[in-house]
């Protein structure tokens, strides 16, 4: 069953129909902004990101003196998780993927339940404008959402250390939203995949749940079962034994998001970090005391951050995909 | 690029046909309508009339043969076309959280209308619908006949040479019907909008369209005025006689020249002939005693139409709805 692919430029692609797209990403962005699931998401996050700025700001007020000659003080702000409050940049880990469910999951499904599609349809723009309009509106949204939090989060950190942020940090800090952004992108496209595979809205919401969980909780779970089943660890277990078992879990952490998500930000927000793999002393002792610039730090995660892009990217195509192939009245 | 044709007819199909795996949704159907035209394509739920409509929007791809709006092809130059075609779909919805003058500037947004004419039409067009008065209601209080109305707005609002409704009169009460008719009848006097709507109520619509086709299980059976139809089937000249008298009436009219088939209809007698027998149904009648209680001609109507054509096929109904 195959829709004809009225792709971008058509036939008659004059002047007048252009910029189709645009339209419903207005209209689209206007309703997530409005929205109370928005507020919810933008409140959740702050909150979130205020406890853990708290808590991580206490140590660092109290090192503050010792440390004062440590550059990126501020950074530490996002990464710092005393007294077992994850780090700002654990929490956006975690409960990010929830904005991108939140922004997408009804995104076709909503249309054909409030059977506004075929109307939307017999408009005169091409199909792909819609779901390009969409995912668009959606990505705005989040960045909008994600920008607010940062601001206070950042802001509020600041306030209580005392210490604004360097031009440098400031780089990192935007690199870290970048990061973060299209990390909850790929969640975005995977809640639109399913909204457009799944008719009603509510399965769409509970499979992309059912993923985010299969990750963020049970992807440690199951990393560290499958590998204890391959290096046994126990008591008389040597040190190569042990190490290989952590490499082998964090390899196999790594086929999820959240793994790529967390080496990225681990290493652009921590510039003294010189690697994404595993800190054993050997490797600590052997690198260099100092702190990476920018470009080598992102160059660490070149990979990671090329398969959150590219992942993204792919769920995408996989909607886009699913929706030109749909009938009207599926 | 492509250009509108206002010289073609407004609609035309040639051997259009669509098929989904097995199972055959239009087939073949050749149908033409002329510019300013009613037409009221008829057929039982699931004969192909939403298929045909999707292929004559460009929004299905027809397994083969042709379709032409405004001289246009739908499936190569969809923006052209949808730009043209005020569409009303079966079951139509709207932003249930928007209000139904939001829910119309969006979709003059995407005509590209600009906010000035697109706000003064907007006006207008909710006025036509005698919706003026909830233009600012969210349309989640609206009422299924208010949505139904509000969807002719819709379909109105980039002021559409040719319009096509997919059911429009499901789901509203009698007076909301007439109310639609009347629109549609307005709208074709005063603006010259080509009109095609698909029903299966026949009776709701026949008074407006100009002709209608009845369409069957993917197949146009029979496509002409009402009267053309009721001539085509024989049932042209139909007489209800009631008759209050002796012995085996139905042997009585039978016998009268010219008279084809008898049969009893709620309690009298449903006569049909090839031509006006009243004279001599009379004269038989009360040759044999007998004594007048009733005599009539039925109207050329779709009653027979219906029967003839939809309900001998409702057991056949498939799932190509």
Redesign the interface.
């Known amino acids: 069953m195959t829709a004809p692919l009225e792709l971008g430029a058509g036939v008659e692609a004059g002047p007048r129909f252009r910029g189709g797209w645009l339209i419903v990403a207005r209209k689209e962005l206007a309703d997530h902004v409005q929205s109370i699931r928005f507020l919810v998401l933008v409140i959740l996050l702050a909150l979130a990101g205020l406890a853990a700025v708290h808590s991580a700001s206490g140590p660092i007020r109290s090192a503050a003196d010792s440390a004062s000659q440590t550059p990126s003080i501020f950074l530490y702000l996002f990464t710092l998780s005393p007294d077992r409050v994850p780090a700002f940049h654990e929490f956006l880990g975690i409960l990010g993927p929830l904005l991108g469910i939140g922004f997408g999951f009804d995104a076709v499904n909503g249309e054909r339940a409030q059977r506004t599609l075929a109307r939307l349809v017999s408009q005169p723009i091409h199909r792909d404008e819609i779901i390009n309009g969409k995912f668009v509106a959606g990505l705005t949204a989040i960045a909008l959402a994600l920008a607010a939090v940062m601001a206070i989060v950042g802001g509020y950190g600041a306030l209580r250390l005392g210490v604004g942020p360097t031009w440098g940090d400031v780089a990192r800090v935007i690199a870290f939203y970048l990061v973060a952004v299209a990390y909850i992108a790929l969640w975005l496209a995977l809640a639109i995949l399913l909204s457009v595979v799944s008719n009603r809205a509510a399965t769409a919401a509970l499979t992309a749940i059912a993923v985010w969980l299969l990750f963020t909780l049970f992807g440690g779970l199951i990393a560290g079962i499958v590998a204890d089943a391959v290096h046994k660890v126990d008591v008389s277990a040597s040190s190569e034994a042990v190490l290989a078992n952590a490499r082998l879990a964090l390899t196999l952490r790594r086929l999820g998001p959240d793994q790529l998500y967390r080496d990225a930000t681990g290493v652009l927000l921590n510039p003294s970090r010189q690697s994404t793999g595993i800190l054993v002393n050997d490797t600590a002792s052997g690198a260099l005391p100092s702190n990476l610039p920018l470009a080598d730090s992102l160059s660490l995660a070149w990979w990671q951050l090329v398969a959150i892009v590219g992942g993204a990217v792919a769920l995408f195509a996989g909607a886009y995909i699913a929706f030109m192939r749909q009938e009207v009245r599926a | ?2 250009a509108a044709d206002d010289t073609a007819p407004a609609i035309e199909a040639r051997f259009l046909t669509k098929r ?1 795996g097995d199972t055959t949704a239009v087939d073949r159907l050749s149908v033409e309508v002329q510019r300013g035209e009613v037409f009221g394509l008829l057929g039982p739920n699931g004969a192909g009339k ?1 298929t045909t409509i ?1 292929m004559l ?5 027809p397994t083969s043969g042709l379709a032409r709006v405004d001289g246009l092809d739908p ?6 076309v ?2 043209r ?1 005020g ?1 009303l ?9 928007l209000t139904a003058v939001q829910n119309l500037r ?2 003059a ?4 209308l600009s906010k000035a004419v697109g706000a003064e039409r907007i006006e207008r067009v909710l006025d036509d619908v005698g919706l003026a008065d909830a233009a600012g209601t969210k349309v989640g209080a609206f009422s299924r006949g208010m949505r139904q109305r509000l ?1 002719v707005a ?1 379909a109105l609002v ?1 002021q559409p040479s040719i319009l096509i409704l997919d059911e429009p009169t499901v789901n509203i009460d009698p007076e909301g019907v007439r109310e639609l008719l009347l629109a549609i009848e307005r709208l074709r006097t005063e603006q010259g909008v080509t009109v095609l709507l698909s029903s299966h109520l026949l009776h709701q619509v026949q008074q407006v369209c100009d002709r209608i086709g009845i369409f069957v299980r993917g197949q146009l059976r029979a496509c002409g005025t009402i009267d053309a139809l009721a001539d085509e089937i024989g049932d042209r000249w139909t007489f209800t006689v009631g008759i209050d008298g002796p012995g085996s009436c139905e042997e009585v009219l039978a016998r009268v020249p010219g008279v084809t088939a008898v049969t009893r209809h709620e309690g009298r007698w449903r006569v049909q002939a090839d031509g006006d027998v009243r004279p001599a149904i009379h004269d038989a009648v009360v040759a044999a005693g007998g004594r007048f209680t009733h005599l009539s001609r039925n109207e050329a109507d779709l009653d027979a139409i219906y029967h003839r054509y939809f309900v001998n096929e409702g057991d056949s109904r498939d799932s190509a709805a």
């Open positions: 690029m492509e989904y939403t999707l929007l460009g929004l299905t791809e499936t190569r130059s969809p923006l052209l949808k730009s075609v569409y779909p079966d079951e139509v919805g709207f932003y249930e959280d969006y979709t947004e995407l005509n590209r969807g819709d980039k």
